[in-house]
């Protein structure tokens, strides 16, 4: 699907439940994303990421676009990146867990670990000691007992309250998505103040971090073809987990709404070091075995592949009809070409 503009056909790619992919807007707040590394003095990174998704090429499907060949930069903060590996990330993870279900019953539990906020300065090395803190988290007794699998993602946000104490400020924390036997409700049941006590003690600090604990609601049972198409799009409990867990990790706006403030070189720099090299998922237990058992690629790989984000479907074919679409940098827009 494509939209005119002053006789410019316009990128307006909508998917099979309606929603229009948000290229423009992801696009723009990779430019400016592109500016603030300019600022920082990273320049190679600026440049890779200011052409970062300038040419996308999609084959023209039944019920839409798909997206065919693009170039993408690998930035850790670069937004285009970032969104197009979250979506890869849940996808697979919505893979693992339906297979998981289908093998045996399983509950659900989204647990949030924090930490105290701290310093720019001192964010690197905290987020090196809350990974060696989870290492011994779920390697305690009640933990390992408990739990049947896990995956383990970080996210960090900056708090950009100017009228805050902790102005400026960073908070690292973790979103685990841990499944569970039914009998874990009656048997060896864990408590919220359980999981607070266990990883202030993995933590190694004194004071309670705050934890929060949920259960994911079971799945309905499906009926029919309307509510099994209901239940997809509207993404239930468990695959509303699913995307909060698979989050990637920094949110853009926590460095570009305050684009214009002379700290954000600082922020770029900070959090650009602090993610270095870092991996920023991890799973265990029965999920990790399905992942390495699906053949489920790497998603963290500077080689990444994110322009292919079901890899369990392959609609590659030389007679399909192609789309190319060109970030026109005056418009703001994605122009197509045919």
Known sequence: MTVKLDDVEVLSDVSATGKERPWRDKKGRTMKMAEAFQLAGLEGKAARMASCGNVLIFNV??????????????????????????????????????LANERQKLRWIFLTLTIRNVEGK????????????WDRFRGYKSVQNAVVGWFRGLE?????KVKSKSFGTYHPHFHVLIAVRPSFFTHGYIKQSEWAD????????DYTPITHVEVVKARRTKKNLMEIATEVQNAISEQKAIF?????PVKD??????????????????????LNRKR?????????????????????????DLVHIDESKDDVAEEVEKVTAYWHYGLKEYVISR
């Open 253 to 274: 706006d926590d460095i570009i709404k305050d684009f214009n403030s002379k700290d954000t070189p600082e922020v770029v720099r900070t959090l650009d070091t602090a």
């Open 280 to 304: 920023l998922i991890a799973y265990g237990g029965i999920l990790k075995d399905i992942k390495k058992e699906l053949g489920l690629s790497d998603v963290e790989g500077d080689s990444a």
């Open 122 to 133: 001192e964010l690197k090395q905290t987020i090196d000691h809350m990974m060696k803190s």
């Open 244 to 248: 909060e867990v698979s989050k990637y």
């Open 198 to 205: 266990m990883w202030q003690k993995a933590l190694q600090v």
């Open 61 to 98: 499907m039944e019920l839409g676009y798909h997206l065919a060949l693009a170039q993408f930069c690998q930035v850790r903060l670069c937004p285009m990146c970032t969104w197009r590996r979250s979506l890869k990330i849940a996808n697979q993870n919505r893979q693992i867990v339906e």
């Open 156 to 160: 960090i946000t900056r708090n950009t």
